[in-house]
């Protein structure tokens, strides 16, 4: 009796082991076999501006994004200004649309000199979990054309948009970032801008710069960020009557709405207005207060 | 295929546009004689510093006077310029520097200078 039980319960368990080994070996073929599942990393940024300039991020799918941004006076106006909100200030309200949540298009339109923009903005390397892919690299291309008028032309006699084209200017961007936690994402763009018209025959049409972004993520609904543009390339010998464009902003999310706080010493809020002809200086305490809010919506 | 065709098409537009209209103008080299125009030394009211409170400062700076300065009549631009308060202004001597978006170059500069120390004449 017993030996038959042996006999019974030998192969059973031979069977049973046998089985378990041949799954195992089985799971581990289709581990071996099947990559780890690679999915884009989202929201490196929450906003596809920063402060003044452009983070990799493009809307999503077939959503428009209408953008305030409003910059006040001077902050070390005192009280007389009511710390810069008596003004004079400036104002941007921008629309900017994705089909595809890939391929970006945005116009606008800026009160300081009258600047009318319009951009295309391409995402082209995405960010993957799995790092098969490190960084997003989106492709940026501006355009900006000022209706402003000529305001030396009364006594120079000469007007400086004789042509239309002296209107115009340009902004390329290579914007390179990544998200190395939940909390912090960080970026650079390596930027040439391009002006049509500048003043003295030694200034420079083309100028060359790199403008580096930080984001650290406080809570699941704020953010702090910054935002520096190094001037890079020698474009004007009145360049040292500028600074660098620097910024630091509190990111508050809710739900269809992004709220920026700005700090910033850049009166204009386009890059051919920021990164070369930023006029006050940080270390002199000449900054202003302003906002930026971008409100989503679903076409 | 046709969204790639339409991205293609889209990118080359812009860089068809972008290029066509790209030039490398320099004011100075279209207008060679704009270095000798700007002569402060002979600066007047009419025909200098109210042309460039006109220009840069009315703005703000009219009838309602933002910051507590007018600068809409003579007799108001006077008052600024006899209270240091439009030089300081205009070289960021002690307050924020005006206009907040721009330098005056040296030559308006000079001429507003040339003006206050010739008495401020309403010539």
Not at chain 1, 63 to 92: C, E, K, Q, V, W
Request: proline share 3%; with cysteine.
């Amino acid at each position: 009796m017993i030996k038959k039980i042996i006999i019974t319960i030998i192969p059973v368990i031979c069977f049973l082991f046998n089985a378990n080994a041949q799954k195992d070996s089985m799971l581990d073929a289709l581990d071996r076999q099947t990559p780890p599942v690679s999915e884009y990393v989202d929201a490196t940024f929450k906003s596809s501006r920063l402060v003044n300039f452009q983070t990799v991020e493009t809307t999503g799918k077939r959503t428009l994004d209408f953008r305030i941004s409003h910059r006040f006076g001077l902050l070390n106006g005192g009280i007389n200004t009511l710390y810069g909100l008596d003004g004079p200030a400036n104002l941007r309200l921008g629309l900017e649309y994705s089909y595809d949540g890939r391929l970006q298009v945005g116009i606008g339109r800026t009160a300081y000199q009258k600047m009318y923009d319009g951009f295309l903005k391409y995402k082209w390397l995405r960010q993957t979990t799995d790092n098969s892919m490190p960084v997003t690299v989106t492709l940026l291309s501006c355009m900006y054309i000022t209706a402003d008028k000529d305001p030396s032309a009364a006594f120079t006699g000469f007007y400086h948009y004789q042509y239309f084209t002296s209107r115009m200017s340009y902004n390329y961007q290579l914007l390179i970032a990544r998200k190395f936690s939940d909390h912090l994402s960080l970026q650079l763009a390596p930027t040439m801008l391009h002006y049509n018209l500048v003043e003295n025959i030694t200034d420079q049409n083309d100028m060359y710069s790199m403008v580096g972004m930080a984001r650290y993520k406080i809570n699941k609904r704020m953010a702090l960020t910054g935002e520096y543009a190094w001037r890079i390339s020698k474009y004007s010998q009145t360049m040292s009557q500028y600074h660098n464009s620097a910024a630091i902003c509190l990111e508050i999310e809710t739900g269809g709405h992004v709220f920026q706080i700005v700090l910033t010493n850049s009166y204009g809020i386009l890059e051919n207005q920021t990164i070369a002809y930023t006029q006050n200086d940080w270390l002199k305490g000449q900054i202003m207060l302003g906002f930026n809010i971008g409100r989503f919506f679903t076409l | 295929m046709k969204k790639k065709l339409l991205i293609t098409l889209i990118a080359g537009m812009a860089i068809t546009f972008t290029l066509n209209s790209c030039y490398y103008d320099q004011f100075q080299e279209l207008h060679p004689s704009l270095n000798t125009a700007c002569d402060s030394s002979a600066a007047t009211y009419s025909g200098d510093v109210n042309k460039i409170v006109n220009a840069y400062c009315i703005g703000c700076h009219g009838s309602s006077g933002s910051g507590g300065v007018s600068l809409n009549s003579f007799d108001n631009v006077k008052a600024a310029a006899a209270n240091n308060k439009l030089m300081n202004a205009l070289t960021g001597n002690g307050v924020p520097s005006m206009p907040p978006n721009t330098h005056l170059d040296d030559c308006k500069i000079g001429s507003i200078r040339h003006w206050i120390q010739s008495g401020m004449p309403n010539n």
